[in-house]
């Protein structure tokens, strides 16, 4: 853990250092936040989905956390920080109003069931008159101000999108390696057998399945500051949210915790130069190509680029 948090620790770094070089309102530093949102979002699915329990309904908890700071926001004038906690507690209630009936199913099954839950969450603000229906809700921009989480250049949100970076690695890698992490990879190996020698592993997954909802809240909250707009086909979308989160964790390494990092800062500035050169040539050829990229990673290394031959403390497993 000590040298994943010191490698962590460095690259953080090193990104705050390129944030002070680079334009605020370039292009590079807007690709760069949106790579820190990606792997913080893919680390707290990872809390999750490296256990086995491979969840296509983290949208919901996203979209939380988006609307109830945004809603406060517009109608109450409350900061976003305090939205952010409210909206994290609502995202927790959800995640154990869920578990009672999901945790007990397995593979598919459980899959199906958070992505139907997402969809409810999708329709209800899509009909709600206070979440904006299908228009969606704008969020009010006040000027620079780190009390409502706002500022006039991308570059200045860098610190936020690090700090969610480091909050998210820190709890994956924290857990990992504590005594939960032990019964989490025991219930992932073999859930009976761990029952059998005494691990409580309803409560083990429901204490993970909270700690990624309320971080997959933040990333919510943190998203919708960023871009002043969300509407429930953004925020509670299972293929721009909720796949995308697993697609990220899979690419790099399920499980691990340099998997999501290394997914989020391969598959976002690929995606950007794809769009960038060919989208004008061919429509729609660029998003073939990069699914045809993905499909080769997932059949060439199902373990994800974490297999490859890199430095060690990015190459072995936590879990």
Known sequence: MKRNLLVLAALASVILLAGLVLEPNGYVVRILCIMLLTAS????????GGFNQISLGHA?????????????????????????????????????????PTMRLKGPYFALAT??????????????????????????????????MQFRFPGHYLPLFVLLFLVSCTTFAWLTASRYGYFLR???DDEQAAEVAGV???RVKLLASVISAALTAACGTLFAQFTYFIDPETVFSASHVSIRM???????GVGTFAGPILGAFLI?????????????????????????????????RPDGLTSLRLPKVLRRPEA
């Open 41 to 48: 979002m893919a680390q707290a699915w990872n809390v999750v």
């Open 60 to 100: 919901a908890f996203f979209g939380i956390g988006a609307y109830i700071p945004t809603i406060t926001q517009v109608a109450y004038g409350l900061s976003p920080w305090l939205g952010m906690g409210i909206g994290i507690i609502a995202a927790v209630v959800l995640a154990l109003v869920l578990s009672g």
């Open 115 to 148: 992505l139907a839950a997402a969809e409810a969450c999708r329709i209800g603000a899509s009909v709600l008159k206070f979440t904006g229906g299908p228009q969606g809700i704008s969020v009010p921009f006040v000027g620079d101000s780190w009390a409502m």
């Open 186 to 188: 025991a219930v992932r």
């Open 200 to 202: 409580a592993t309803f």
């Open 246 to 252: 697993a697609l990220v964790a899979i690419i790099g």
């Open 268 to 300: 976002v500035p690929l995606e950007e130069v794809l769009n960038a050169t060919l989208s004008e040539e061919v429509g729609g050829l660029a998003p073939l190509i990069f699914g045809a990229l993905l499909i080769a990673v997932v059949l060439l």
